[in-house]
């Protein structure tokens, strides 16, 4: 009779046997995802010293494919040579501990491809709207609100994406221009009304109802209207008119100079700032949130791009690509050394605070977000992304980190320091989105705002669960 082999010798081939299976298991799952990866490659190259169009972590996971895969030959060689592989029990521990390893590989295979978002929800696309989009509008964060106003008619969506209210047009009417903000809660409009065609009707309607809170008729409106502090104010033909932003009722009416061409306005607690064309050519106008009275005047420098107006409170604006941030006596407090800053194209500017945050074209296709103190027009800090990567979006989340939309190979989604413009943790892949070129982010929401009927008008991203 043939003698059993040792204890000892059983156990060094089950061990043998099972981490055998293990690192196939592992080296299988391993292969599969580089081919998943490699399929869902960008169109852009991915090649040894041109990775931009590589997925991420795909190097370190063929590494490991080919570690996985070269453990486990050697561990075959000697089960086989050791004739391990006859055992019963051998084999219920390895098929266990080869089903339990997937596990970790699985674990690592999500460390090394970083997070990753995919679409959670959307709005089927409506009907064609009359031009483009117009903007949109958050609600309270806690509601999860957000608003998208069209030539057509504006739509409200709650915190789970469904449509929660429509203020739709009247036949031969349109929507004309919306406030930038809505502070408290409230957004303005201007409608077309017969006599006066696009801007001769404003309306103050609560984001989160959809409610109409006043109206009232102004000939003659010029650009869109804005909203801060408790005012609405907008411009016309002749004067820069203040209304109370709760109840509609005219706060204060300040006549334009003689000859004077209005172009912007901005609306702020403090004060009001008003861009013009004067004979004097363009000049940023400083007015008393109460009274509505000149408190100064500023001639604007101008280059081969318009002058824009940033905030009314800190008062400060962009004139010959520079920012210029004015104290209380509208004197310019310009930092020499500060980059580049566009006021056409596709520029992205996002004021949270006292900060403004700026995409800036450096060298020639590169773009770099920077951000500028508006209290004294400091430049605070710069943040490159890689080469050839556009910024698409900016937003402040909840937390008070600055959201980014990057895209070049894929769409990445940053979150950024305040302070340092340092990201907070690993940027998160968007997958399989379908982004207009303009759209506006609220935390997992995107709105889009391109003309574009084909794409949904709101969806909603989430972390991926799976490959």
Same mark, same amino acid.
């Given at each position: 009779?043939?003698?059993p ?8 081939d ?29 169109d ?20 490991w494919?080919?570690v ?18 006859r ?10 501990l ?10 690592g ?18 009907s064609a709207?009359?031009g ?8 309270p ?13 504006v ?49 103050a ?13 102004i ?14 104010v907008?411009?016309? %033909?002749? /004067? *820069?008119? @203040?209304?109370? #932003?709760?109840?509609?009722? $005219?706060?204060? +009416? ?5 000859? !004077? ?15 013009a ?22 001639p604007?420098?101008?280059?081969y791009?318009?002058p ?6 800190? %008062?400060? /604006? *962009?004139? @010959?690509?520079? #920012?210029?941030?004015?104290? $209380?006596a509208? +004197? ?5 050394? !500060? ?7 596709p ?11 700026a ?23 710069t ?9 698409? %979006?900016? /937003? ?15 769409t990445?989604?940053?979150?950024l320091d ?8 690993e ?15 609220y935390?997992?929401?995107f ?11 709101i969806?909603?991203?989430a ?5």
């Amino acid at each position: 009779m043939d003698t059993p082999p040792p204890l000892v010798k059983r156990l060094r081939d089950h061990v043998r046997l099972a981490a055998a299976c293990a690192f196939s298991a592992v080296a299988v799952l391993y292969a599969v995802l580089c081919l998943k990866s490699a399929a869902d490659m960008s169109d852009v190259v991915c090649s040894v010293g041109h990775t931009a169009g590589c997925p991420r972590g795909l190097g370190w996971l063929v590494l490991w494919t080919l570690v996985a895969g070269s453990a486990a030959a050697g561990l075959w060689w000697s089960v086989v040579k050791g004739r391990g592989y006859r055992s019963a029990v051998g084999w219920v521990m390895a098929v266990v501990l080869a089903l339990v390893a997937l596990g970790p590989a699985w674990l690592g295979f999500s460390w090394l491809r970083g997070p990753h978002m995919d679409l959670f929800s959307y709005q089927a696309p409506g009907s064609a709207v009359v031009g483009k989009p117009l903007g949109s509008w958050a609600g309270p964060p806690a509601t999860g609100f957000v608003v998208r106003a069209g030539a057509d008619g504006v739509t409200g969506y709650d915190g789970e994406g469904r449509r929660g209210w429509s203020l739709r047009v009247p036949a031969g009417g349109a929507v004309c221009a919306m406030s930038a903000d809505s502070p408290s809660g409230t957004g303005l409009l201007t409608f077309a009304t017969v006599l006066d065609g696009c801007g001769g009707r404003l309306v103050a309607v609560d984001v989160t109802s959809g409610k109409q809170l006043w109206t009232t008729n102004i000939p003659h409106l010029v650009g869109r209207p804005s909203a801060g502090g408790s005012l609405a104010v907008v411009a016309t %033909a002749d /004067a *820069v008119l @203040a209304h109370d #932003l709760a109840t509609g009722a $005219e706060r204060w +009416r300040s006549p334009l100079p003689a000859g !004077a061409v209005p172009m912007e306005v901005a609306a702020g607690p403090d004060r009001v700032l008003l861009l013009a064309r004067t004979d004097q050519g363009v000049e940023l106008f400083a007015l008393g949130a109460r009274t509505g009275a000149v408190a100064w005047r500023f001639p604007m420098p101008v280059g081969y791009e318009s002058p824009r107006i940033v905030s009314a409170s800190p %008062a400060a /604006a *962009v004139g @010959a690509g520079r #920012l210029l941030v004015f104290d $209380e006596a509208g +004197r310019p407090q310009p930092d020499g050394e !500060a980059p580049y800053v566009p006021t056409t194209g596709p520029a992205e500017w996002l004021v949270a605070g006292d900060v403004l945050y700026a995409s800036v074209p450096e060298r020639e296709q590169r773009e770099v977000l920077a951000a500028f103190s508006l209290k004294d027009g400091r430049h605070l800090w710069t943040r490159a992304f890689e080469d050839e990567w556009r910024i698409r %979006a900016l /937003a402040a989340d909840r937390t008070g980190r600055i959201a980014v939309i990057t895209e070049g190979a894929y769409t990445h989604l940053w979150h950024l320091d305040p302070g340092t413009g340092k990201p907070r943790g690993e940027s998160t892949v968007l997958r399989r989105l379908r982004l207009g070129e303009s759209f506006a982010l609220y935390g997992r929401t995107f709105v889009n705002l391109d003309d574009d009927t084909r794409l949904p008008p709101i969806f909603d991203v989430a972390p991926t669960i799976g490959w």
